[in-house]
């Protein structure tokens, strides 16, 4: 019978540990940029899908922009870097290739502020990993 407890007991605990683990990993792809996120758009100028990431992803395999179809990986265009330190976009899986460095906002900027996030030029369409930089 204490058996029985102590495994139910047991059992109850691991649900509600891997009920916040999933809660607080799906706050990052809800389809909403928010502060402590790195956010990638599908169009120029803030627009089109976004999807939100958390601080690193070393592969953008399958990933979506929010009310699309269209994957992230090579079909972003604009950023927006709203973590407290820098993000570094490469071009390849795996943080490697070309990189681009996006400046630490926190709350954000207004696209005047911040043009260089708003077209990615030369690495438009073409990113597919990134990381922070503390």
Not at 32 to 39: I, K, T
Not at 75 to 87: D, E, Q
Not at 102 to 115: F, I, N, Q, V
Request: aromatic letters at 14%; charged letters at 10%.
């Amino acid at each position: 019978m204490v058996f029985k407890r102590i495994v139910a007991a047991s059992l109850a605990s691991l649900a509600v540990l891997a009920g916040t683990a999933t809660t607080s990993y799906a706050a990052y792809e809800d389809g909403s940029c928010q502060a402590s996120e790195f956010c990638l758009y599908k169009n120029t100028n803030y627009s089109g899908g976004v999807h939100d990431f958390g601080p690193d992803d070393g592969a953008y395999i399958a990933e979506w922009f929010s009310g699309t179809a269209t994957l992230v990986n090579n079909n972003a265009s604009s950023s927006h870097n709203r973590f407290n330190y820098g993000i570094y976009t490469y071009e390849y899986s795996g943080y490697s290739g070309p990189a681009q460095y996006h400046r630490a906002t926190g709350t954000g900027c207004a696209s005047t502020e911040c043009p260089a996030y708003s077209n990615l030029g030369s690495h438009n369409d073409k990113l597919s990993s990134h990381s922070g930089w503390w």
